[in-house]
């Protein structure tokens, strides 16, 4: 999405504040990464790389834990799947990305903001 001016920033921000995607929303399933049902990404999920990776994260985030969290949440009817990456600051959970670890290693495009059809 691109604003040509800051007048369309804020009537986008209007707009969106008006349309309560929550009163559409369900959640489905919740589940952490190491839960997934997929052998192949459990192996690259448990790989030395990725743990590696993830431990460089956290690091770089300051964060006591990180965990990558699947959401199926359905709007109008329609479900997605979210893979965010969520960091725990002082037993305090924070989304840190809506496209996190998880989707990167299923192949989740960057462009789609962790949220698959």
Known sequence: MHFDSANDLENFTRE????????NM????????????DADFQERYASEANTKNREG??????ADELCTVFA???????QYWFAMETACYD???YNLS?????GA???FP????????
């Open 57 to 62: 994260l956290r690091k770089e985030c300051g």
């Open 91 to 93: 037993g305090v959970w």
């Open 72 to 78: 199926s949440v359905s709007f109008d009817g329609e």
């Open 16 to 23: 969106f504040a008006d349309d309560d995607i929550r009163s």
């Open 98 to 102: 809506l496209n996190g670890n998880g």
């Open 105 to 107: 290693l299923l192949g």
């Open 26 to 37: 369900h959640v489905e399933e919740i589940m952490c990464a190491e839960e997934y049902p």
């Open 110 to 117: 960057a462009y789609g903001i962790g949220i698959v059809e």
